[in-house]
């Protein structure tokens, strides 16, 4: 079977029994990230937990290779490739946070009120082992296609951009007509 990169949500309709799963689940095999979002019966959404495989590689990787490639200017070179290397790491973990954070603010209208969604990043041999761990914890289980949720995410980062372009030039609409004639 191929390999499917999928993000996988499991689903508790109550905030107890979440967490075994959660720490269960950082070693399934293909996970890159987890995150366990909670809504209160009250409705107010928590990101509980999260978890990214590799975290700090980037940043420490290429601060290391910016400090070799730095060895040809001496200690000072040495000091600032790697600073220059790290800062380069640190921007693309930035990045991937970033978009990480939209994607969870994209599936937070599927968290159920007073429940739990562990959502899961993985490239899956097979669904097998996500598929027993929320048996075993009493989850539900959805997948969602990698490339068909990144489409989603930047869709509502669209959306959601034009929305605040419409809003500031409604501003500075309001702003004009405010302006006494002549000023």
């Known amino acids: 079977m191929s390999e499917q990169h999928n993000a996988v949500l499991l689903t508790f309709p109550d905030a107890a029994g979440w967490r075994p799963a959660f720490d269960e689940a950082q070693h399934l095999p293909g996970l890159r990230v987890a995150a366990a979002l909670e809504r209160s019966t009250e409705g107010v959404l928590e990101v509980r937990d999260t978890f990214t495989r590799g975290a700090g590689v980037a940043t420490v990787g290429s601060g290391l290779l910016g400090g070799v490639v730095g060895l040809l200017g001496g200690p000072i070179g040495v000091l600032l490739g790697f600073a220059a290397g790290a800062a380069l790491g640190n921007a693309a973990e930035e990045r991937y946070a970033t978009e990480a954070g939209a994607a969870l603010i994209v599936l937070s209208t599927r968290v159920p009120?007073?429940?739990?969604?562990?959502?899961?990043?993985?490239?899956?041999?097979?669904?097998?082992?996500?598929?027993?761990?929320?048996?075993?914890?009493?989850?539900?289980?959805?997948?969602?296609?990698?490339?068909?949720?990144?489409?989603?995410?930047?869709?509502?980062?669209?959306?959601?951009?034009?929305?605040?372009?419409?809003?500031?030039?409604?501003?500075?609409?309001?702003?004009?007509?405010?302006?006494?004639?002549?000023?």
């Open 113 to 183: 009120d007073g429940g739990v969604l562990i959502v899961l990043e993985l490239r899956e041999a097979s669904p097998g082992p996500a598929d027993e761990l929320a048996a075993r914890h009493g989850a539900t289980v959805e997948r969602i296609d990698a490339h068909t949720f990144t489409e989603q995410v930047r869709a509502a980062e669209k959306k959601a951009e034009e929305q605040r372009a419409a809003e500031k030039a409604a501003e500075r609409q309001e702003g004009n007509d405010r302006a006494p004639d002549g000023a």
